[in-house]
T-cell receptor, first 110, second 113 residues
Framework: SQELEQSPQSLIVQEGKNLTINCTSS?????LYWYKQKYGEGLIFLMM?????EEKSHEKITAKLDEKKQQSSLHITASQPSHAGTYLC??????????FGKGTRLSVIA | NAGVTQTPKFQVLKTGQSMTLQCAQD?????MSWYRQDPGMGLRLIHY???????DQGEVPNGYNVSRSTTEDFPLRLLSAAPSQTSVYFC????????????FGSGTQLSVL
């Protein structure tokens, strides 16, 4: 079965700093999804990447897919308190429901 | 547009009690699923359905039953609750089973004493 490993598990950054979260798959990635979860709430869809080398941006968040490395990265530029939460990557194994990583908890301090 | 609605938001059960977690979506999605989220374990798939009348097991199905009599509803039943089922449960839906964005409910926090 496909497994996703996220790093780091948790991250504390000062407001205004940049940061990167990585998601590495044990198998070929057919599609990679990034979600954000605020404490006590459900998951909110951020972006979906489907092709190797694909890069998408939304506001100050950019995600890239490296198909050869079976890896995706999520980069936040000039972090803000509103970016705080848990970020989860999810992968489409091909013909079964999404599998998820364990998440990266981000805290942004003033 | 309500999206995916889960009820209740919080629930406390005693060991051995039964209950049903409700999930409804108003987006005419064919695919629905239940996940549980535990500290250090991430999201794990319990059961899923690719359409009315069709259900299948996920990674951790033991102790849970599901049915899909309509496109809109996908209830999760705990027949005899155990402390190991203490968790946060999320229902999700999408247009299709693969390569489709999942829409999540806000979750049900369940404690089994």
């Amino acid at each position: 079965s496909q497994e996703l490993e996220q790093s780091p598990q948790s991250l504390i950054v000062q407001e205004g700093k940049n940061l990167t979260i990585n998601c590495t798959s044990s198998k070929t990635l057919y599609g990679l999804y990034w979600y954000k979860q605020k404490y006590g709430e459900g998951l909110i869809f951020l972006m979906m990447l489907q092709k190797g080398g694909e890069e998408k941006s939304h506001e100050k968040i950019t995600a890239k897919l490296d198909e050869k490395k079976q890896q995706s990265s999520l980069h936040i530029t000039a972090s803000q308190p509103s970016h705080a939460g848990t970020y989860l990557c999810g992968a489409d194994p091909g013909n079964t429901p999404l599998v998820f990583g364990k998440g990266t908890r981000l805290s942004v301090i003033a | 547009n309500a999206g995916v609605t889960q009820t209740p938001k919080f629930q406390v059960l005693k060991t051995g009690q039964s209950m049903t977690l409700q999930c409804a979506q108003d987006m005419n999605h064919e695919y629905m699923s239940w996940y549980r989220q535990d500290p250090g374990m991430g999201l794990r798939l319990i059961h899923y359905s690719v359409g009315a009348g069709i259900t299948d097991q996920g990674e951790v199905p033991n102790g849970y039953n599901v049915s899909r009599s309509t496109t809109e509803d996908f209830p999760l039943r705990l027949l005899s609750a155990a402390p190991s089922q203490t968790s946060v449960y999320f229902c999700a839906s999408s247009y299709g089973a693969t390569n489709e964005k999942l829409f999540f409910g806000s979750g049900t926090q369940l404690s089994v004493l």
